[in-house]
């Protein structure tokens, strides 16, 4: 049993306040402090708690800008415009989610934003100029393939084919189709003066040379013989052969290769085509 310090009433021992004056025991003194710790320490910890969302938010936020910015740094570099989208679509969605967490937003993702937009103005401009380009290879290609008609007009009748003929026959077959995955329409400066051999109803045309952009290309120029002399096809190792054999006059052929263009009907053989291969690469 206690006394209460102010009336002296007998309290019981666990009791907060003197139910006769109402003053606060020491019990009552103690339970306060202890409450107000309690109290205090959860609010420590859901502070504590709120610091550590934010530092994740944050942290996820950063790498969302960073991700925006390397997306859009692709997408600049590679020229693709989807890349360059992800980029911006990643950049507005870290700013946004910044500025609902109330944080700064990252360097990174305004940075991505903006190469991103960058990057899809650069691509869709390329893309137009490719368009473009690619219509007037077209263009040009049709206008050629018209004049080589005009030319030609009745020679290819002819029971023999002759070499003008055999190389504006190359050229237009070349222009209209494609040779090595490349579209024909974009190939340039036709070379023509390989030697060319026929029999009554095939001839084949050797190294007719014409250009993309800056690679060689260099073709067997196959013909038949049905009402008039056409092209049948472009073969890269002689009509005649499927598969030439790789041999050692391969090498022999190559230092005669270069001077190919200016001295028609050279002796080279079919192996020509694996001496281009051997210099260009
Ligand atoms: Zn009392």
């Avoid at 859009?72 to 020229?79: D, E, K, Q, R, T």
């Amino acid at each position: 049993m206690t006394n209460c310090e102010r009336c002296g009433a007998a309290l019981d021992p666990t009791a907060l306040t003197c139910p006769f004056c109402g003053l606060t025991t020491r019990a009552g003194v103690q339970a306060r402090a202890m409450e107000e710790q309690a109290a205090q320490s959860r609010a420590g910890l859901a502070a504590q708690w709120a610091i550590q969302q934010q530092r994740a938010s944050q942290m996820d936020i950063a790498k969302l800008g960073t991700q925006a910015m390397w997306w859009s740094i692709a997408g600049i570099v590679l020229c693709c415009l989807p890349l360059g989208v992800v980029g911006m679509v990643m950049g507005l969605r870290a700013r946004g989610r910044a500025q609902a967490a109330n944080i700064t937003v990252p360097g990174t993702a305004m940075a991505g934003l903006v190469i991103g937009a960058i990057s899809c103005v650069t691509s869709i401009a390329l893309f137009t100029y490719a368009a473009i380009e690619s219509q007037n290879e077209q263009d040009h290609a049709n206008k050629r393939v018209a004049e080589i008609d005009k030319q030609l007009g009745k020679k290819p009748e002819a029971p023999t084919l002759d070499h003008d003929t055999a190389c504006l026959l190359g050229e237009q077959y070349t222009l209209k189709n494609s040779f090595d995955d490349k579209s024909g329409y974009q190939f340039e400066n036709f070379e023509c003066a390989g030697k060319l051999t026929q029999t009554t109803d095939s001839a084949q045309l050797e190294d007719l040379k014409f250009h993309y952009n800056s690679d060689e290309e260099k073709a067997f120029v196959c013909f038949k013989r049905g009402t008039k002399w056409y092209v049948d096809r472009l073969a890269t190792s002689g009509c005649n052969a499927d598969a030439t054999a790789t041999s050692a006059s391969a090498s022999a052929d190559a230092a005669a290769a270069p001077s190919a263009t200016s001295a028609p009907a050279t002796t080279h053989s079919h192996h020509a085509h694996e001496t281009r291969d051997a210099r260009d690469h």
